[in-house]
């Protein structure tokens, strides 16, 4: 790791302490008898199964799209509309003989309001593709998006995933789901101080784990 990368991690590890500190020092718990609420441990896999989908699904339509996708009125269309129409459009189109939507509606709303967004934003990252490599041909292309791709993969992780745990928070409540996006709303609320330092740290350490180990060539 060379000094300039070494100096940025420190100065965000900085930053994520000063957010620890902060949640360690709050005032406690608004009534004595509140208690943090119970961790769903039953949104982890549906979550994981969301976030690993959409992981892997925006950077692939990207690499075959390219940068020009930053661009297409089509894709800007579906982009538009709010996480809170997509959760009531899924609600409305959900059959009554499946019963509740549940994680299951919970997770296609997530990515029908995700994926449009997250692909616009890898593919206005990626490089200008004329006059080169377009000029070496479609395997040269693809070959420079792949290696685009793969170095934006991390960042991207570690700036979108506290964006996506706001937009999970509104599709869970209007969906009735108790997930994770309620748990760090309910947990702010209450004051939990443990829960909300627990919170901040495995942010923290998927943040450092985006973090590139060498500084990328100029």
Do not use: C, Y
């Not at 965000?12 to 119970?38: D, N, R």
């Not at 994981?48 to 297409?72: E, H, I, K, Q």
């Amino acid at each position: 790791m060379n000094r300039l990368v070494a100096r940025e991690t420190l100065q965000g590890a900085a930053v994520w302490g000063l957010g620890v500190a902060l949640a360690l020092t709050l005032p406690g718990a608004l009534w004595k008898s509140a208690q943090p609420p119970p961790f769903p441990f039953h949104a982890l896999l549906p979550t994981a199964l969301a976030l690993g989908s959409l992981s892997l699904a925006a950077p692939l339509a990207v690499w075959a799209g390219g940068p020009f996708l930053a661009t297409r009125r089509t894709l800007a269309l579906i982009e538009a509309p709010p996480d809170l129409l997509w959760a009531a459009l899924v609600l409305a189109l959900w059959p009554a003989a499946w019963g509740p939507p549940g994680m299951a509606g919970w997770t296609a709303a997530f990515l029908l309001a995700a994926l449009p967004g997250e692909m616009r934003w890898l593919a206005q990252a990626l490089p200008a593709e004329t006059p080169f490599p377009a000029a070496w041909g479609g395997e040269a292309v693809r070959r420079a998006r792949g290696l685009a791709l793969a170095r934006l993969w991390g960042p991207w992780l570690g700036a979108r995933l506290p964006l996506w745990l706001t937009a999970a928070l509104v599709i869970e409540r209007l969906l009735g789901v108790p997930g994770l996006g309620t748990d760090w709303m309910d947990r702010i609320a209450r004051r939990d101080r443990a829960g909300l330092t627990a919170w901040i740290l495995v942010l923290a350490v998927l943040w450092l784990l985006s973090r590139p180990l060498e500084r990328e060539p100029a």
